[in-house]
């Protein structure tokens, strides 16, 4: 696997956590969000962690997808019957994908991202949401997974995982 890691530049609102436990207490779900963009040093830190998984293999069978705009963000938040609507308050949202003809833990893989995802969110001081698509109807029945991938016309190959809904914190815990 010939991948080089991009030298990671940290973003001004790094916070440095005194140790690992005290990340692990501070993070929350979050469903609601300001109305404050996230700026493209944080998105590219909270990807450049998540390429860092590991995977079974070491295949990374995972792509991630990033979606600002906002009509993509409220097509994406009916894309499941529930538990998905809060994606259209966020400020972005990274869809969680791979392709399944890579490996057959990609499961695993994507869930293991997703959680890295999040935990570089909080790092930054920011929220996320883990929004599960796989295995997950929308409000007519048809398949989450189906209409996630036709929104972002992924490739037939590909399936979905689950979308990190993120935003800066509208809330306090
Ligand atoms: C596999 C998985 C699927 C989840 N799916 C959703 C979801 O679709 N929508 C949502 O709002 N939260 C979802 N969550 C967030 C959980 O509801 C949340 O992690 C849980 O209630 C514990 O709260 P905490 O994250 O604040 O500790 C999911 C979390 C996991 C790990």
């Given at each position: 696997m010939n991948y080089?890691?991009?030298?990671?530049s940290?973003?001004?609102?790094?916070?440095?956590?005194?140790n690992?436990?005290?990340?692990?207490?501070?993070?929350?779900t979050?469903?609601?969000f300001?109305?404050?963009?996230i700026?493209?040093?944080s998105?590219?830190?909270?990807?450049e962690?998540?390429?860092?998984?590991?995977?079974?293999?070491?295949?990374?069978?995972w792509?991630?997808?990033?979606v600002?705009?906002?009509?993509?963000?409220?097509?994406?938040?009916?894309?499941?019957?529930s538990?998905?609507?809060?994606?259209e308050g966020?400020a972005?949202?990274?869809?969680?994908?791979?392709?399944?003809?890579?490996?057959?833990?990609?499961?695993?893989?994507?869930s293991?991202?997703?959680i890295?995802?999040?935990?570089?969110?909080?790092?930054?001081?920011?929220?996320s949401?883990w929004?599960q698509?796989r295995?997950?109807?929308?409000?007519?029945?048809?398949?989450?997974?189906?209409?996630?991938?036709r929104?972002?016309n992924?490739?037939?190959n590909y399936?979905?995982l689950?979308?990190?809904a993120?935003?800066?914190?509208?809330?306090?815990?």
């Open positions: 080089e890691l991009k030298k990671l940290l973003p001004n609102n790094l916070i440095h956590m005194k690992f436990l005290e990340l692990l207490k501070s993070r929350r979050c469903r609601r300001t109305d404050e963009d700026d493209k040093k998105l590219e830190y909270i990807l962690a998540a390429k860092l998984s590991p995977s079974g293999h070491r295949i990374r069978p792509e991630f997808f990033v600002e705009d906002k009509e993509t963000l409220k097509a994406l938040s009916v894309s499941k019957a538990g998905a609507a809060l994606i966020a972005a949202a990274i869809v969680v994908a791979a392709d399944t003809s890579k490996t057959d833990v990609w499961v695993e893989d994507c293991i991202a997703t890295i995802m999040q935990l570089a969110a909080e790092e930054l001081g920011l929220g949401c929004v698509i295995l997950r109807k929308d409000a007519e029945g048809n398949d989450a997974t189906d209409n996630v991938k929104i972002l992924l490739p037939e399936s979905v689950s979308i990190v993120l935003g800066h914190k509208a809330i306090d815990f």
